[in-house]
């Protein structure tokens, strides 16, 4: 499962890591509620907290994403990825 970020405005840092929790917990029904998933979805949002605010200032010039590996509904591992051009 990837999650990717297409905006063309600039948010506010709490504005997109609230959509991104509600991405995430949108349905109660569809997460498998697992302590190791509630520790997961912490981590991955703080992740993207941290990708945040590392990249939206000025002279950042680049992609950055995270990226959750789930096998049989439980998050496995987390990546987070950044790539800065030089300009």
């Known amino acids: 499962m990837n999650l990717t970020f297409f905006r063309s405005e600039v ?4 504005h997109l890591c609230d959509r991104f929790k509600s991405m995430m917990i949108a349905n109660d029904n569809t ?6 998933n509630d520790r ?10 941290e990708i945040i605010v590392e990249t939206t200032r000025r002279g950042f ?5 995270i990226e959750l590996s789930i096998s049989d509904g439980t998050i ?3 990546r987070r990825r950044m790539e800065q051009v030089e300009k």
């Open 61 to 65: 010039y680049g992609t950055a994403g």
């Open 31 to 36: 997460i498998a509620k697992t302590p190791a």
């Open 40 to 49: 997961r979805i912490k981590h991955a949002t703080r992740a993207l907290n």
């Open 76 to 78: 496995q591992v987390i």
């Open 11 to 14: 948010l506010k840092k709490d």
